[in-house]
């Protein structure tokens, strides 16, 4: 039998899912409701449905009109798309409208807001899956398989460094993200995977936070310090825009223009803010400590402005060394290069034997390369494995790669207590935050 599926949230990440749900996993789901803030935005996705997937339009609803759509379209699953800072109102809403809920991470954005969908979880007893994609990778999953098969012996420390490009980086800064309000931070928006991963690589739970930060290099105090002199609001239209390799012209992309530009009339959302604007009150430079349960250590950093994107981990365990590099494709959201699979699929094969690499130096003895098979796609592949558990189901999951609430609080948690510890200078306990069941 079929479940039925509707929709919150119709901006790029969205279109992963009805990919999904309308053209892949038809056998097992359908989508019956979209719902979004901006009208032109929702019947743009809606013209996608019916054009490029299963030929069919779908129900279409206002962020005002959710309980309408629930008792209308009757779905089983919602899926949650929607801006960060809303995640917990469609959440809480759709279980107590009898619903299982499908959401982006992060799950939420503060601990007042986390608390919320526990609580709602608790008592309604619906289903909540958060969707850590970075999990489901060949590449990630062999170093799961690695630290669980004792290969490195108990881990003491983690070292993580993550480098977001100039390219990628600064399109938090452009848009909706660069306001803390909406998306927690980077700590928060974007961190919540590599929290997560760590998590879920050493079987643990973080306890004690302490991080520190600041806009260094984004902004328009930043920019001028730098002997900046021109500047824009956005990038759209801008002669002096059209100077700065940082901007992006709406216009200029198909893609972006039906989605934002031709869409803005309704909201006012700007989707291309200068970097170097005011207003921006998120980090693009962080480092974070954090302590486990398992007395494991974590020193983290995040930068938002580097010279090429991906991320580094070093585990040092009782047994030696192991360590994992990954180079990623960059991009920005929305635009052409992301939805792009062909590029995509070039990149993969480009940097197949490359990187990632993963390798293991004990103690005593040499370094030995440990391989894996690489897959093809988002999220170093992990988004089709990711949305085959989703759609399928996890009945097989030895590994607990699917992710419910408890492991979605976890991945948010570390990020909001870092948060709170760069707004007090003092570390942070984890446990005082949430009540959580485990």
């Keep these: 039998m079929k479940k ?14 009805v990919n999904a749900v309308c053209k892949e996993y038809t056998d097992v789901a359908e989508l019956v409701a979209i ?11 809606n013209e996608y449905i019916a054009s490029t997937l299963n030929g069919k339009r779908v129900a279409t609803y206002g962020p005002h009109q959710f309980d309408q759509m629930i008792a209308e379209s009757k779905p089983d699953v919602v899926i949650v798309t929607s801006m960060d800072r809303t995640h ?24 007042e807001k986390c608390q919320q969908i526990i609580d709602t979880v608790e008592r309604t007893g619906r289903n909540l899956t958060v969707t850590f994609n970075y999990r489901y990778s060949p590449r990630a999953t062999r170093v799961k398989e690695v630290i669980a098969d004792g290969t490195v012996g108990d881990i003491l420390s983690v070292h993580f460094e993550w480098l977001l490009d100039t390219k990628h980086g600064a399109d938090y800064f452009r848009r909706w993200h660069r ?16 929290f997560d991963l760590v998590n879920w690589w050493l079987g643990t739970a973080p306890e004690r936070v302490f991080a520190m930060g600041r806009l260094g290099y984004y902004g328009r105090r930043n920019a001028e310090e730098r002997g900046e002199l021109e500047f824009y609001y956005r990038g759209t239209g801008s002669a002096v825009a059209k ?8 216009a200029a992309d198909d893609n972006l223009k039906g ?12 989707r291309d803010q200068s970097v170097f604007g005011d207003g921006i009150s998120i980090e693009d430079t962080m480092g974070v400590l954090v302590q486990y349960r398992s007395k494991a250590i974590m020193s983290y950093s995040l930068n938002a402005h580097c010279p090429w994107e991906g991320f580094r981990v070093m585990f040092n365990g009782t047994k030696g060394r192991l360590e994992f590099n990954v180079v990623e494709k ?11 699979l062909a590029e995509q699929r070039e990149y993969d094969e480009m940097i197949k034997g490359a990187v990632p690499i993963i390798s293991f130096q004990p103690h005593w003895g040499r370094r030995e390369e440990i391989t894996f098979t690489e897959a093809v796609g988002g999220h170093g592949g992990g988004d089709v494995r990711m949305l085959d558990h989703i759609f399928r189901g996890a009945t097989d999951d030895p590994l607990g ?8 609080a976890y991945s948010i948690l570390t990020g909001i207590a870092a948060n709170r510890a760069l707004a007090t200078e003092l570390p942070v306990d984890v446990r005082t935050l949430v009540k959580l069941p485990r």
């Design 88 to 111: 917990h109102r469609y959440i809480c809403r759709a279980m107590d409208l009898g619903c299982d809920v499908i959401t982006e991470k992060p799950m939420t954005t503060d601990a």
């Design 330 to 340: 960059s991009y920005v959201s929305g635009s052409a290069d992301d939805i792009n």
């Design 4 to 17: 039925r599926y509707a929709l919150i949230g119709t901006g790029s990440r969205s279109r992963m899912y």
């Design 179 to 194: 306001d803390k309000a909406n998306s927690g931070g980077l700590l928060v928006h974007k961190a919540t995977h590599h």
């Design 401 to 408: 790669h699917a992710a419910d609430y408890v492991q979605g």
């Design 259 to 270: 989605m934002y530009l031709d869409a803005e009339k309704h909201d006012g959302y700007l």
């Design 35 to 45: 719902n979004d803030i901006n009208p032109t935005r929702m019947e743009r996705m």
């Design 243 to 250: 100077k700065d390799p940082f901007a992006v012209d709406l």
